[in-house]
């Protein structure tokens, strides 16, 4: 083991420089200004609080949307609050925990990446070289330091070890393939759905690389489908309520989703190739708007450097300088991963519009340029893959050596912020009324303009017979004195597993025009208590997602002996 550390050393050496300088802006006190770094400090905030008062997983937060409620963590990822949560409850500041976060998704990315280079090409050049630039790419700094998207930052590093898990199906290895695929998976799942869904063309490709390559194709092929079926039910929890539940929100109407939203969201050719580097949104069009969407000087020359490399295997295998100076063993790994790369960039271009018109019918999706991760990704691969096809070792440190500083010296001004603030936390949790920009998970039933009014009585029409009222993120309990029998329309909008107990006893509920919950109170005193209990489909979906994690660990411990 210690060999190995040290035959390994001299390349994690130069990554964790690498690493330092590139979440060097994450050291600075404070936060800073970002798309999403608001949304993301409320989330936070949110998921921590719920798993201090013992929701687990959480769900309905009662004093979001202006004290109406909302279902955020039906919806919104949770992996990456797993562990946001875990640090806040270590006694870390939701903000520092946030960065983080983001350091620590930078860190496994490159670690991650390394593995995955070193597993297929066994050269240790050629790895550090991939996760150099996979680390030190446009769309890697624009997702820590522009948008702040969180779900992207982890999938970088979760997206090597995946294939990594793929790989070890192939090798025979499939128990440690079954559970480290289905844990990847999982995790993948909950940390983005949308945006693995558009690395499916990755992520099958490598199956079937996979599936052709091996000789044992039924234990590949059987142990793969075990893989995904526990991958999804240990993601069960979330995704049987997500996709249960959609059709119950705004995000599923034309005017409040998702349908027709990649139509505005198509890059130009020019924008991959180089775009000037801004803080600003993407306000109506993406081609219009002021952020970057590079893939990288870096992955560019990948992809040239393995086309040209393919054309000359093809062309010139049996010339004599050739046969002196390039290996052929990885040609098969540069076909598929340059295929990929070049679909990944047609994919985001409007000659695409006809595929992701037919794709959104299933799955919808709204940002195609998020397929930056998938060029970002096989890009970077092909440059360690163009490395360890050179058989000699001082053309391999040369032309690397040339990769990173391209690497480096074409995103030096990316490593940046662009302004650093002192917001308490407070501020940030309520200026976020629900955590959306467009308040896409409101219940369809909901009138979004009550949420323009500052939070008011529990019974907003019938304030005054209102005694007392205690709130919190896991209730509501008011006091109430009615003058007689009556119907009133409580602060609380109506989805499954909201409950309202009056005197204790369940009341019966209705919805009225704005999407509150309406129901019946006894003339005099009485007690009204706002819960959320778990439905059947939710207590289903995390049996469903126990069950697999105990058969993950049953295999994880027998896999010697299940080998």
């Known amino acids: 083991m210690m060999s190995k550390f040290k035959q390994h050393f001299p390349a994690f050496f130069i990554l964790v420089i690498l690493m330092i300088l590139g979440i060097f802006p994450l050291f600075h006190s404070g936060l800073?200004?970002?798309?999403?770094?608001?949304?993301?400090?409320?989330r936070l905030y949110?998921?921590?609080?719920?798993?201090?008062?013992?929701?687990?997983?959480?769900?309905?937060?009662f004093d979001l949307a202006q004290g109406f409620g909302y279902p955020l963590f039906f919806f919104s990822y949770h992996f990456p609050w797993f562990f946001g949560s875990l640090l806040v409850l270590l006694?870390?500041?939701?903000?520092?925990?946030?960065?983080?976060?983001?350091?620590?998704?930078?860190?496994?990315a490159g670690c991650s990446m390394y593995w995955l280079m070193y597993t297929l090409t066994k050269n240790r050049v050629a790895s550090i070289v991939g996760a150099a630039a996979y680390l030190w790419a446009p769309y890697f700094f624009l997702s820590l330091y522009v948008a702040a998207t969180i779900g992207t930052a982890f999938l970088f590093a979760l997206l090597p070890i995946l294939i990594i898990s793929l790989h070890f199906l192939t090798q025979k290895n499939y128990v440690l393939g079954c559970v480290l695929l289905a844990s990847l998976l999982a995790a993948a799942l909950l940390t983005h759905v949308l945006t693995l869904t558009l690395l499916i063309p990755l992520l099958g490709s490598f199956w079937i690389f996979g599936f052709i390559s091996t000789k044992e194709r039924r234990k590949f092929f059987i142990w793969s489908v075990l893989a995904g079926i526990l991958a999804v039910g240990l993601s069960a929890?979330?995704?049987?309520p997500l996709y249960s539940y959609l059709p119950l929100i705004a995000a599923s109407t034309d005017s409040g989703g998702l349908t027709n939203n990649y139509t505005h969201y198509f890059a130009s050719l020019k924008q991959l190739l180089y775009s000037p580097w801004g803080f600003g949104p993407i306000v109506s069009d993406a081609k219009q708007g002021e952020i970057s969407l590079q893939v990288g000087i870096a992955q560019w020359l990948g992809g040239m450097f393995a086309i040209f490399l393919l054309l000359v295997t093809l062309f010139f295998r049996k010339n004599k300088l050739f046969q002196k100076y390039i290996v052929t063993k990885q040609q098969k790994y540069l076909a598929i991963f340059t295929g990929l790369f070049l679909l990944s960039i047609v994919l985001m271009l409007d000659v695409a519009?006809?595929?992701?018109?037919?794709?959104?019918?299933?799955?919808?999706l709204d940002f195609p340029f998020r397929l930056l991760l998938m060029s970002v990704f096989t890009g970077s691969l092909l440059i360690g893959l163009v490395l360890a096809s050179i058989k000699k070792t001082w053309l391999q440190i040369l032309?690397?050596?040339?990769?990173?500083?391209?690497?480096?010296?074409?995103?030096r001004n990316h490593v940046r912020v662009n302004l650093y603030t002192e917001v308490p936390l407070d501020l940030y949790v309520a200026s976020e009324t629900t955590t959306n920009t467009y308040h896409e998970y409101m219940p369809r039933s909901a009138d979004s303009s009550v949420l323009n009014d500052d939070l008011q009585s529990f019974i907003p029409d019938s304030p005054e017979i209102v005694l007392s009222e205690q709130?919190?993120?896991?209730?509501?309990?008011a006091q109430i004195n009615s003058p007689e029998n009556q119907s009133v329309a409580i602060r609380q909008f109506a989805f499954p597993g909201v409950i309202v107990r009056v005197g204790g006893e369940i009341a019966n509920k209705d919805i009225d025009g704005k999407g509150r919950i309406i129901i019946q109170v006894p003339a005099g005193n009485s007690e009204i208590k706002l819960s959320y209990e778990k439905p059947l489909l939710i207590l289903l979906s995390e049996y469903i997602s126990f069950a697999s994690l105990v058969i993950l660990t049953i295999l994880f411990f027998r896999r010697k002996k299940l080998s």
């Open 237 to 240: 929890f979330y995704l049987l």
């Open 353 to 364: 519009k006809p595929f992701w018109l037919a794709w959104t019918k299933l799955f919808p």
């Open 399 to 411: 032309l690397g050596g040339c990769f990173i500083c391209i690497a480096l010296y074409t995103n």
């Open 32 to 42: 800073y200004t970002a798309h999403d770094i608001w949304h993301q400090v409320a």
């Open 471 to 477: 709130r919190s993120p896991i209730g509501v309990t």
């Open 91 to 108: 006694g870390f500041s939701v903000e520092t925990s946030l960065k983080m976060l983001f350091a620590g998704s930078y860190i496994a």
């Open 46 to 61: 949110h998921y921590s609080t719920l798993v201090s008062l013992g929701e687990f997983p959480p769900r309905w937060v």
